[in-house]
């Protein structure tokens, strides 16, 4: 069984650390989300009968998927799927209250000032350079935070939807959504 991503030490620099930040989420969506049929393939009983080379020679419609023994699919959810969920929410919540937290230690502050003042005192004649008016200050860090974490939750979204949906269909699963299942496995395994 694949093992649930564990949750890295966390730190305003790990979130600061963009590159790093995404790689722990491109890691462990790979490993759980993105080989979510190889990993509820691997929970099918083997066939007893051997392999056949005649199987592969077939023509046609492809059989359905094998259901997977509700206790296995079970077992897979609690000990891998859902923890490696709640790995990737808690990092993305701890960096988004990073990001809207005040940054005392932000390396440019000082110059993203001083390019506000100098703008302040710039003659700007639009009659000459129409492009002159234009002013594109730098964003703090917390800002270019902020905008990758509003884009890795759209990406965790569609990546939870789509494994759920192979899940619920391999699985037999009864719920609709995959915020429902990941609240009920929430109220019943995170101690309070």
Same mark, same amino acid.
């Given at each position: 069984? #694949? ?14 650390? @963009? @590159? ?24 099918? +009983?083997?066939? $007893?009968?051997?392999?056949? !080379?005649?199987? @592969? ?6 059989? %359905? !998927? ?42 440019? #502050? ?39 974490? /509003? ?8 990546? /939870? ?8 269909? $391999?699985?037999?699963? %009864? ?10 496995? /929430?109220?019943?395994?995170? +101690?309070?």
């Amino acid at each position: 069984m #694949a093992q649930p991503s564990s949750l890295p030490p966390l730190s305003p620099q790990f979130c600061f650390s @963009t @590159t790093t930040l995404r790689d722990f989420l491109r890691l462990s969506r790979g490993s759980i989300d993105d080989t979510i049929t190889q990993n509820l393939n691997a929970l099918a +009983t083997p066939s $007893r009968a051997g392999f056949d !080379p005649t199987s @592969t020679a077939r023509l046609g419609p492809r059989p %359905a !998927p094998r259901q997977i023994e509700a206790k296995s699919c079970q077992a897979f959810k609690d000990q891998v799927l859902f923890p490696s969920w709640q790995s990737r929410s808690d990092v993305l919540s701890y960096c988004t209250l990073v990001a809207t937290s005040p940054d005392p230690d932000d390396p440019e #502050a000082a110059l993203r000032e001083a390019e506000k003042e100098k703008d302040q005192e710039r003659v700007v004649d639009e009659r000459l350079d129409p492009y002159s008016g234009r002013f594109f200050p730098r964003e703090a860090r917390t800002e270019q935070l902020a905008i990758i974490l /509003r884009q890795e939750m759209g990406v965790e979204n569609i990546v /939870r939807a789509r494994t759920w949906g192979i899940v619920k269909e $391999r699985c037999g699963d %009864a719920e609709n959504s995959w915020e429902d299942a990941l609240a009920r496995w /929430r109220k019943l395994h995170m +101690t309070s």
